[in-house]
Protein backbone atom coordinates (compact mmCIF):
# COMPACT_ATOMS: atom_id res chain seq x y z
CA UNK A 1 0.00 0.00 0.00
CA UNK A 2 1.69 3.33 -1.07
CA UNK A 3 2.21 5.45 1.82
CA UNK A 4 1.32 9.86 1.73
CA UNK A 5 2.51 11.31 -1.30
CA UNK A 6 4.12 14.63 -1.32
CA UNK A 7 5.36 16.78 -4.14
CA UNK A 8 7.68 18.53 -4.78
CA UNK A 9 10.45 17.42 -2.09
CA UNK A 10 11.97 20.73 -2.27
CA UNK A 11 11.01 23.96 -3.87
CA UNK A 12 12.67 27.57 -4.03
CA UNK A 13 10.59 30.81 -4.66
CA UNK A 14 10.78 34.33 -4.47
CA UNK A 15 9.46 36.79 -2.33
CA UNK A 16 6.06 37.93 -3.69
CA UNK A 17 5.75 34.46 -5.99
CA UNK A 18 2.76 31.38 -5.53
CA UNK A 19 3.07 27.74 -4.71
CA UNK A 20 0.99 25.10 -4.97
CA UNK A 21 1.57 21.80 -2.98
CA UNK A 22 0.13 18.59 -3.51
CA UNK A 23 -0.99 15.73 -1.18
CA UNK A 24 -1.44 12.12 -2.12
CA UNK A 25 -3.05 10.67 0.58
CA UNK A 26 -3.38 6.38 1.19
CA UNK A 27 -5.53 5.11 -0.94
CA UNK A 28 -9.30 5.07 0.42
CA UNK A 29 -8.48 7.82 3.04
CA UNK A 30 -10.98 10.57 3.02
CA UNK A 31 -8.64 12.83 5.57
CA UNK A 32 -6.26 15.36 4.60
CA UNK A 33 -4.40 17.48 7.08
CA UNK A 34 -1.87 20.25 6.50
CA UNK A 35 0.97 21.57 9.15
CA UNK A 36 3.56 23.55 8.68
CA UNK A 37 6.73 23.31 10.85
CA UNK A 38 9.57 26.06 11.22
CA UNK A 39 12.33 26.49 13.58
CA UNK A 40 10.72 29.18 15.38
CA UNK A 41 7.13 28.00 15.70
CA UNK A 42 7.07 24.44 15.53
CA UNK A 43 4.50 22.24 14.19
CA UNK A 44 1.42 24.50 13.63
CA UNK A 45 -2.10 23.30 12.27
CA UNK A 46 -2.77 24.71 8.71
CA UNK A 47 -6.00 22.87 7.31
CA UNK A 48 -8.02 19.95 7.75
CA UNK A 49 -10.21 18.31 4.61
CA UNK A 50 -13.00 15.71 4.58
CA UNK A 51 -14.24 14.30 1.38
CA UNK A 52 -13.62 17.56 -0.46
CA UNK A 53 -15.18 19.68 2.49
CA UNK A 54 -12.55 22.17 4.59
CA UNK A 55 -13.72 21.34 8.77
CA UNK A 56 -10.94 23.12 9.99
CA UNK A 57 -8.57 26.23 9.38
CA UNK A 58 -5.66 26.79 11.34
CA UNK A 59 -4.65 30.56 12.51
CA UNK A 60 -2.89 31.78 9.60
CA UNK A 61 -3.21 34.59 6.98
CA UNK A 62 -5.82 34.32 3.96
CA UNK A 63 -2.37 33.72 1.70
CA UNK A 64 -3.06 30.35 2.56
CA UNK A 65 -5.81 28.45 1.02
CA UNK A 66 -6.59 24.81 0.07
CA UNK A 67 -8.55 22.42 -1.45
CA UNK A 68 -9.28 18.82 -1.50
CA UNK A 69 -10.31 16.97 -4.54
CA UNK A 70 -12.76 14.23 -5.52
CA UNK A 71 -10.41 11.54 -5.28
CA UNK A 72 -9.36 12.82 -1.94
CA UNK A 73 -5.71 14.19 -3.38
CA UNK A 74 -5.19 17.59 -1.88
CA UNK A 75 -3.68 20.82 -2.97
CA UNK A 76 -2.04 23.74 -0.76
CA UNK A 77 -1.71 27.45 -1.97
CA UNK A 78 0.33 30.47 -0.82
CA UNK A 79 0.12 33.76 -2.50
CA UNK A 80 2.22 36.45 -2.27
CA UNK A 81 5.04 34.92 -0.27
CA UNK A 82 7.34 36.27 2.43
CA UNK A 83 10.49 35.22 3.97
CA UNK A 84 8.59 34.17 6.64
CA UNK A 85 6.39 31.30 4.79
CA UNK A 86 9.73 29.21 4.38
CA UNK A 87 9.30 26.19 6.17
CA UNK A 88 8.56 22.72 6.27
CA UNK A 89 5.12 21.83 5.25
CA UNK A 90 3.76 18.33 6.11
CA UNK A 91 0.63 16.21 5.00
CA UNK A 92 -1.15 13.50 6.85
CA UNK A 93 -3.96 11.27 6.17
CA UNK A 94 -6.22 9.21 8.01
CA UNK A 95 -8.91 6.42 7.03
CA UNK A 96 -11.61 7.64 9.68
CA UNK A 97 -11.77 11.14 12.09
CA UNK A 98 -9.74 10.56 15.25
CA UNK A 99 -7.87 7.58 14.13
CA UNK A 100 -3.99 7.31 13.34
CA UNK A 101 -2.30 9.91 11.42
CA UNK A 102 0.09 9.27 8.37
CA UNK A 103 2.51 11.55 7.44
CA UNK A 104 3.99 12.43 4.25
CA UNK A 105 7.72 13.16 3.58
CA UNK A 106 6.96 16.65 3.28
CA UNK A 107 7.49 19.85 1.15
CA UNK A 108 10.50 22.18 2.03
CA UNK A 109 9.92 25.18 1.09
CA UNK A 110 12.72 28.30 0.64
CA UNK A 111 11.55 31.68 -0.04
CA UNK A 112 14.38 33.75 -0.96
CA UNK B 1 1.06 28.47 28.14
CA UNK B 2 1.49 25.64 25.32
CA UNK B 3 -1.56 23.64 25.46
CA UNK B 4 0.87 20.68 25.31
CA UNK B 5 3.92 20.22 27.49
CA UNK B 6 6.71 17.94 26.90
CA UNK B 7 9.34 17.16 28.92
CA UNK B 8 12.72 17.18 28.79
CA UNK B 9 13.57 19.05 25.57
CA UNK B 10 16.79 17.33 25.07
CA UNK B 11 17.79 13.79 26.16
CA UNK B 12 21.27 12.51 26.05
CA UNK B 13 21.70 8.56 26.73
CA UNK B 14 24.35 5.69 26.30
CA UNK B 15 23.19 2.82 24.39
CA UNK B 16 21.08 -0.07 26.45
CA UNK B 17 19.65 2.80 28.68
CA UNK B 18 15.98 2.91 29.68
CA UNK B 19 14.49 6.66 28.25
CA UNK B 20 11.11 8.62 29.13
CA UNK B 21 9.48 11.06 27.70
CA UNK B 22 6.42 13.15 29.28
CA UNK B 23 3.79 14.84 27.81
CA UNK B 24 1.29 17.19 29.84
CA UNK B 25 -2.05 18.49 28.67
CA UNK B 26 -4.59 21.04 29.97
CA UNK B 27 -7.99 19.97 28.71
CA UNK B 28 -9.86 16.59 28.12
CA UNK B 29 -8.56 15.01 24.55
CA UNK B 30 -10.00 12.43 22.39
CA UNK B 31 -7.04 10.63 21.29
CA UNK B 32 -3.02 11.57 22.13
CA UNK B 33 -0.44 10.69 19.72
CA UNK B 34 3.23 10.35 19.90
CA UNK B 35 5.45 10.95 16.60
CA UNK B 36 8.85 10.17 15.53
CA UNK B 37 10.65 12.83 13.04
CA UNK B 38 14.40 12.20 11.62
CA UNK B 39 16.13 14.15 10.40
CA UNK B 40 15.12 15.35 6.80
CA UNK B 41 11.91 15.53 8.12
CA UNK B 42 9.43 12.83 7.96
CA UNK B 43 7.07 12.05 10.55
CA UNK B 44 6.38 8.48 11.83
CA UNK B 45 3.23 8.01 13.98
CA UNK B 46 4.50 5.75 17.17
CA UNK B 47 0.86 5.46 18.72
CA UNK B 48 -2.22 7.24 19.14
CA UNK B 49 -4.13 6.00 22.16
CA UNK B 50 -7.09 7.03 24.32
CA UNK B 51 -6.31 4.68 27.63
CA UNK B 52 -3.99 2.77 29.12
CA UNK B 53 -1.10 1.56 27.63
CA UNK B 54 0.46 -0.06 24.29
CA UNK B 55 3.57 -1.40 23.40
CA UNK B 56 5.48 -1.68 20.13
CA UNK B 57 8.36 -3.89 19.92
CA UNK B 58 11.16 -1.28 22.69
CA UNK B 59 8.46 1.23 22.94
CA UNK B 60 5.76 1.69 25.35
CA UNK B 61 3.31 4.31 25.69
CA UNK B 62 1.33 5.35 28.58
CA UNK B 63 -1.81 7.50 29.59
CA UNK B 64 -3.80 8.39 32.45
CA UNK B 65 -6.74 10.75 31.92
CA UNK B 66 -7.24 11.66 35.03
CA UNK B 67 -3.55 13.70 35.24
CA UNK B 68 -3.90 14.67 32.39
CA UNK B 69 -0.46 12.70 31.88
CA UNK B 70 1.67 10.77 28.71
CA UNK B 71 4.77 9.40 29.25
CA UNK B 72 7.21 7.74 26.10
CA UNK B 73 9.48 4.59 27.30
CA UNK B 74 12.14 3.14 25.26
CA UNK B 75 13.63 0.26 26.60
CA UNK B 76 17.63 -1.11 25.64
CA UNK B 77 18.28 2.48 23.66
CA UNK B 78 19.77 2.16 20.59
CA UNK B 79 21.71 5.36 18.58
CA UNK B 80 19.12 4.40 15.82
CA UNK B 81 16.68 5.41 18.24
CA UNK B 82 17.89 9.57 18.24
CA UNK B 83 15.05 11.46 16.76
CA UNK B 84 12.81 14.42 17.39
CA UNK B 85 9.83 12.63 19.41
CA UNK B 86 6.22 14.57 19.65
CA UNK B 87 3.54 14.71 21.75
CA UNK B 88 -0.03 15.90 20.00
CA UNK B 89 -3.63 15.86 20.86
CA UNK B 90 -6.63 15.77 19.19
CA UNK B 91 -10.03 17.05 20.48
CA UNK B 92 -12.63 14.89 18.14
CA UNK B 93 -11.11 16.42 14.52
CA UNK B 94 -8.10 15.62 12.58
CA UNK B 95 -6.58 18.55 14.03
CA UNK B 96 -2.78 17.74 15.60
CA UNK B 97 -1.85 19.89 18.59
CA UNK B 98 1.83 19.69 19.31
CA UNK B 99 4.54 20.06 22.05
CA UNK B 100 7.41 21.57 21.35
CA UNK B 101 9.00 18.01 21.16
CA UNK B 102 12.05 16.21 23.12
CA UNK B 103 15.38 15.79 20.62
CA UNK B 104 16.96 12.10 21.96
CA UNK B 105 20.06 11.36 20.44
CA UNK B 106 21.64 8.14 21.69
CA UNK B 107 25.62 7.07 21.72
CA UNK B 108 27.00 4.09 21.71
Known amino acids: KAGVTQTPRYLIKTRGQQVTLSCSPISGHRSVSWYQQTPGQGLQFLFEYFSETQRNKGNFPGRFSGRQFSNSRSEMNVSTLELGDSALYLC???????????FGQGTRLTVV | KNEVEQSPQNLTAQEGEFITINCSYS?????LHWLQQHPGGGIVSLFM???GKKKHGRLIATINIQEKHSSLHITASHPRDSAVYICAVTYNTDKLIFGTGTRLQVFP
Open chain 2, 27 to 31: VGISA
Open chain 1, 92 to 102: ASRGQVNTEAF
Open chain 2, 49 to 51: LSS
